[in-house]
């Protein structure tokens, strides 16, 4: 079968992976579609450590093929969103509903492909850029066939990541004020979670001015290509200021962004070591400032909302994928998005 395959050096389309069968408590998915995350070029990079040979891909969306012993939840032919959150489900924090700090769901890849007798690990307990992959049966979550597979993909990170960081971990509130800076894939979401949220005065900055009105249509009510103009619309700061770019840089000015009592949430991958200054008198403001794993996500909760709110017209999923391209067509989804040209690239299969 088909995949996009990173062996330490170059990533390569190939067409001889295979998959084993489901496991008790796994599920097998035949991927329809699958987004492109700059997560994933985080580990070509190497900004994400990973162990080589790997099998990329996060965001996927696709069908059930078959299932191991002990699941009832989907059965064969049900169309599901996967999640990358293989937690275990009995933990003291997934007990407390908290399956982002799931410890067991944080560790060594599992290795459920091969190419050539040699095996390969599983990104993100995913590996979404293939024909079919093999995930924990909490990872797939049943979603209704009337949503576009291509549409869905998008669910299982930069939705959950971005309108979760919204809803369950700023839990921005009605009225509130919200500054998101950079508008990609995840800061898009954020744009949409706030609007969700009922935010008065939504802010977006981006360095990009064609990015304006995919902005607003997400819901920015106000667009800027600097965080210098932030203040004359916020005279004495905002309620809550997302940092979606990743630069430690920005996390300083996030923070001299804050109205009192504000918080500023990091969602942006930084470099592991990459380390970040600021004024720590500002924080006796009552200032806070919050990282987020995944949206602070509870994706067989999370999910199913979402999807309802999209067809109910709230949440944008759509609007989102920019273009689509076969799989085989990788390079050239890498090459658009890294020029800025797509909101979200999916790829399909």
Known sequence: MRGVVFDGKQVQVVD???????GPGEVLVGIAAAGLCHSDLSVVDGTIPFPPPVVLGHEGAGVVEAVGPGVTHVVPGDHVALSTLANCGACADCDRGRPTMCRKAIGMPGQPFSRGGRPLHQFASNSSFAERTVVKAVQAVKI????PLTSA???????????????????VGRGETVVVIGTGGIGLNVLQGARIAGALTIVAVDTNPAKEAVARQFGA??????????REILPTGADHVFECVGHTGLVRTAIDLLDRHGQAVLLGMTAPKAEASFLPAAMFLDKSILGCRYGSSRPQRDIPLYAELYRSGLLLLDELVTATYPVEEFARAVEDAEAGKVARGVLTF
């Open 144 to 147: 209704p066939r009337d949503i």
């Open 153 to 171: 993909a998008l669910m299982g990170c930069g939705v959950l990541t971005g309108v979760g960081a919204v809803l369950n971990r700023a839990r």
């Open 221 to 230: 009510s106000h667009f800027l290509n600097s965080t210098d103009g932030v």
């Open 16 to 22: 001889d992976l295979e998959v084993r069968d489901p």
